[in-house]
């Protein structure tokens, strides 16, 4: 959906923006069946949530209305304007803010401050989306619907610049600007290394399933215990929990501007997979990158590294062997599955660690 010059692609629906409001409802109405407080709605963002939260409201109540502004398009601008002041007479009463959404906290403050020299019973405020990660405000939200990650929303009374309050549901902007690559080749090619350089250059976050592996080897947890046989043979772990893994972490990343996968997808049920769940969040992979390099070059570095690293599947050439048979039977056909979709690129992965990285930035910049 198009606002302006922005695209917005669905992210709650009404049925979930309802519940998170029903939710805020019942919270504050357990705490105020005896008493009738004075809600305080502040526009022009909350007057949707306003209006369903009083209808979802079992008790008797006052509400009121401010007005104050701090943002301007897409970024809170830090200057927040009261433009409407709280007429009713709210001495000795409690009052309970109800904002659509906490961000920095900036409105926040200065709302609190517009009613620190009158005389109130309580204050409390209650938010129907609180974006808790970017919260500085020493304020505590005393009820909130939803946490939110830090992603521009409209609608359901929140708009870009003025445009969206009137949709019933959530739409979140869309990040033009993201990339997802697969980092593709076999074991020693450096992919690790070179994804290091790639994350801090292109600001992406890197996944890669075997140092996720090893984390929880080294944790002994359930998941850990499971792989650890596969790899210490030099085999893949089943796909069921290869997938499941990487779909996890990429959902605690919300607000990533990209991806770099490392060790993932490496059979072409993975690669289906991957596609399958990138597309649940309207994401896609931009470009595969194989860093080619011969096998006996491989194994050279592998053992150096399995002499520092500890890495047992390092140390023993069988080992290694069993790894490179694996990836030319399961991992190698990906490169059909990737050229197929025009997403294949190949790099010369034997040289200078930075010459390697410029090979791959030259790439990528050309996406
Ligand atoms: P790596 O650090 O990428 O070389 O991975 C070390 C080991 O972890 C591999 O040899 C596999 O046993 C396991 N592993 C890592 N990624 C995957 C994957 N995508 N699918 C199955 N097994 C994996």
Known sequence: MQLHDKNFIPYLSEADVLAAVQKVADAVAADYQNETPIFVGVLNGSFMFVADFLKAYPHPCEVSFVKMSSYQGLTSTGIVETLLDVSEDIEGKSVIILEDIVDTGRTLKELIHMFSDINIKEFKIATLFYKSEIYTGEYTIDYFGMKIPDKFIVGYGLDYKELGRNLRAVYQLNQPHMINLVLFGKPGAGKGTQAEFLKEKYNL????????????????????????????????????????????????????????????????????ALDAFLSTKNMKINATIALEANDEVLIQRLLERGKVSGRTDDQDEDKIRNRFKEYNQKTAPLKDFYEAQGKFHSVNGIGAIDEITQRLAKVIEEL
Do not use: W
Request: proline share 4%; net charge negative.
């Open 205 to 272: 976050k890197h996944i890669s399933t075997g140092d996720l592996f090893r984390y929880n080897m080294s944790n002994d947890t359930e998941l850990g215990k499971l792989a650890k046989s596969y790899i210490d043979r030099g085999d893949l772990v089943p796909d069921e929990v290869t997938i499941k893994m990487l779909q996890d972490d990429v959902e605690k990343n919300p607000d990533a501007s990209g991806f770099i996968f490392d060790g993932f997808p490496r059979t072409t049920a993975q690669a289906e």
